[in-house]
C-alpha cells in the first residue's frame, strides 16, 4: 500500500471562507506525484471538500480521505 500526504486550499463556494484541507491517499498502484499536483491544480478554486474528495477518486483512483474544518466544525470526506 502506498500513502502520500498533502495540504491544499480552497475557497468555500458559500461565502469568502478559505478552507485548508489536509488529504491523504492510499492506494495500492503507484499515483505520480505530479499527477496529485496536476489534479489539485486543476481543481476548481472554489470547490465544496465532498466534492474535492469525489474530484481526487475520479481522477487519481485509490481511497481518498479529505479532512478540513469549516465553521468549528470537523469535516472528513472518505471515498473508497
Known sequence: M?????THRAACPNGDLMDNYQITIRSQATIMVEDILRTL???PARIYQEDLATLLRSK???EITVIGWHH???ITSTRL
Open 41 to 43: 491544480n486543476e481543481a
Open 2 to 6: 502506498n500513502t502520500y500526504q498533502t
Open 72 to 74: 468549528g466544525i470537523k
Open 60 to 62: 487519481l483512483g485509490g
